[in-house]
Every structure is written in C-alpha cells, then in structure tokens.
C-alpha cells in the first residue's frame, strides 16, 4: 500500500498518479469539511478542487514532522473555506501553525495511521459528549472561523469564560487521546 | 504572560480562534518556554484532528474529472517546457531579420526570397529528428476580442501547447465550474474533432492546455465554451481560433 507520505513525493515529483492516489483516498473527506463550512455545494467544489491544486503545486513544501497529510490537507481546506466566507483571496491565514510550537506527530507508517484513525474516533466520540456549551465554542471557532472576540459576542458571554471553554474542551479532547502523541518523538 | 495564560492563547489557536491582537504576546512567551511550545504542538494536534472527524461525503464526479484534467495539463505543460527548444533553422532566422513594420528593403526581399526557397526545400524531404518547434501567435476571435495566445508545436513529438491570455470564462458564463473551455482540432474541410480542455494558470489570468497529438493536415484549432465535462461537437461559443500554417 502507498503511504500518504509516498504520495505527496509522487505528487512534488509531477506525477498525476500520486494525486489520483490522494484525491480518491481523501476527496470525500475534504469535500465533507468544505461542506460544513461553506454550506454550499458549488463553493466547496471550488475551495477543494483550490485546495488540491495547491497541494499539487506545493506538495515540495509538506513537511511531515509538521503532521499526517490527511490532516495537512484538513486543515488547507479548511483554511480557504474560512477565507471564503470572509471573502478573502488566496491564503490569508497561516497554513503552518505558529513557527515555535513544537510538532505533535512525526511517524507516518501504517500503524501510526491505525493508531490515528482510532484516535479520530475517540475524539469524534469526545466532540460529541463535550458539553454544549463547549462543542458550540469549539465549532464556531474551527468550522465556523469565528475568532474568541467574535464568539463571545455571538454567545453573548465574556471573552474570559470563550477562552475557558476553548481550554476545557483541548483539555478533555487530549485526555482522551491519552497522551500518545505527546510521547512521540519531535 | 504566565504559563497558565499561554494555554488559553494555544487552545485558541489549536482550533483557529486565535484573536490576531494577542498572537504577539503568545509568540514572545513561546520563545522563551518548551513546555508551552510542546504544550502547542500537542493541542495543535487534536485541533487539526478535528476537521477529520467529519463524516465524508462523496463530491459529484465532475469534481475529480475537473481536477485531475488541470493537473494533468499542468503536468504535461511542465514535461514540454523542459525539453530545450533548438534554434531555429538558419532559413528561419534569415526570415527573421526581414525588417518589419517597414517596407521590404532589397535585402529584406532578397532575405525572403531565399527563406522561402529553403523553406520548399526543406518541406519536400522529411523532418529530420528534432525539428523546431514552431510558434503560431494569435490574437482576436470573434468572441472575446481580447484574448491572444500563442500555439507551440513539436511536429517531431507531436505535442503542442496552446496558452491564453484574456478569456473571461466565469465573468462570460457566470461560473467557472458549470462551464470549461474545450480545444478542437479543425481538420481542412473536416469537422472539429476535441482534442483537449484549457486549464487555468496559478496566476488566474492565463489559460494553457496540452495537444498531444499530429496537427498535420489540420486548418485550425479553436476554443469554444462548453458544459463542464466537454461535448462530442462545438455547441457553445467560439472565443479562439488559431490558424495554422499550411503543410504544418
């Protein structure tokens, strides 16, 4: 079985293939995440035909103790789906996150994909046991691209309980991974 | 900025609700605290996490088709503007010194007259391996009289590529993913066979596509609107039509 990783070399390599390989393993997935947040069909069709495109030409860039693909990819589409409710062009936003943080995941064989999957499921699992309030917070920052200023004027709370929320949630979501990544190698 | 303050702040970013005001702070405290840069790392994990817990939906099928049509141009674009061009036959450059925008001088005349002796000598023998690569520029159509292109074509490899400037596809047809431009070969006196579509550039402003196949014995190529996914014949309207030389 090819590797994410493989495929994004065959993809800095110019190779079609190596995109067909990515676009049919994660298509569904990114269309799905443009969806929620776009809420329109033929935006998110653009965002992520966009968002594999810039892959396609940026693939050199990826960089694996940066994250899994399937989550670099996440996180491209997500990014322009945000941009394009605000309408903004291009890449506005940082694609990378903060230079300083250090990286959460480096492995990239098949059974840190295992273990990722099932770590998806937990937090899938934990998303929707967070309390509402929690969830809510969480879902219009990340799929709702709201910052906290933003949110605590749309719940009508203050900026301090956005920002507390925003912790207990991370707190509750990383517990149930149960501290492997943070156990991996940088 | 205490540690206790970092992590709100890295929450906050871990899921993009980060206010841009107090990114500078948490940088400053970043710099100078591991336990809050592997802290980040780690919740910047379970944020990224979050998108993939979505459940997957399966896009239309035009949506690969569309994708992978402009990858593939694009990978096709790259393979051809990596093989070295050779110089133009020594006929050719002579041509190129005819003085233009004036009227032929004795020289320009005896200049062409002799490029055009060399070039019916050259096209009664068969190209030899590794002919120039000839470039047809083009501007004006009767649809959208702003666009030019130039059209390069290998004879030897059989490859062309034809790159536009000017085509106003979502502005003409209001939406740039029902639409796409589809390129047709016109045979002399023959029916338009589809030959490829143009894909957009990275700049946004020039279109290109990839013909990998014999344009000998055509007339012309053309670039109508058509529904996404392309038609069997033109039914949309024309906005490029390239000449071709004869015996190309």
Known sequence: MITDERAVELIAQGSPEGMELLYDRYGSLAYAVALRVLRDASAAEDVVQEAFLSIWRGAATYRPDRGGVRSWLCTVVRNRSIDRTRGRAGRSRDELPLEHVAAGTSSSDTWTEVVAELDREHIRGALERLPAEQRTTIELAYFGGCSQSEISTRMRVPLGTVKGRTRLALRTLRGVLGGWCVEQPA | ?248
């Open chain 2, 1 to 248: 900025m205490t540690c206790d303050e970092s992590e709100l702040l890295l929450a906050a970013h871990a899921v993009g609700g980060l206010d841009p005001g107090e990114e500078g702070g948490l940088r400053l405290h970043l710099e100078g605290c591991q336990d809050c840069r592997q802290l980040g790392g780690v919740l910047l994990h379970v944020g990224t996490m979050i998108a993939g817990t979505v459940t997957p939906v399966t896009p239309p099928p035009s949506l690969r088709r569309n994708l992978m049509a402009r990858v593939e141009a694009e990978a096709r674009a790259r393979s051809f503007a990596a093989v070295p061009q050779r110089s133009p036959r020594w006929h050719r450059r002579l041509w190129s010194r005819v003085p233009s925008g004036r009227r032929f001088t004795a020289a320009g005349g005896l200049a062409a007259a002799a490029a055009g002796l060399l070039a019916a000598w050259s096209a009664a023998g068969p190209h030899p391996a590794g002919a120039v690569a000839i470039r047809v520029p083009t501007c004006g159509s009767a649809g959208v009289p702003a666009t030019r292109c130039i059209l390069d074509y290998d004879p030897d490899r059989h490859q062309a590529v034809l790159t536009a400037t000017g085509l106003t596809l979502p502005a003409v047809l209001g939406g740039a993913s029902a639409q796409a431009y589809e390129v047709w070969l016109i045979p002399a006196g023959g029916a338009p066979m589809p030959a490829a579509f143009l894909a957009q550039g990275p700049d946004g402003g020039s279109w290109s596509s990839v013909i990998s196949r014999s344009l000998h014995g055509c007339a012309a190529i053309a670039v109508t609107a058509e529904p996404a996914g392309g038609s069997l014949a033109p039914t949309g309207p024309e906005v490029l039509r390239v000449p071709l030389p004869p015996g190309i």
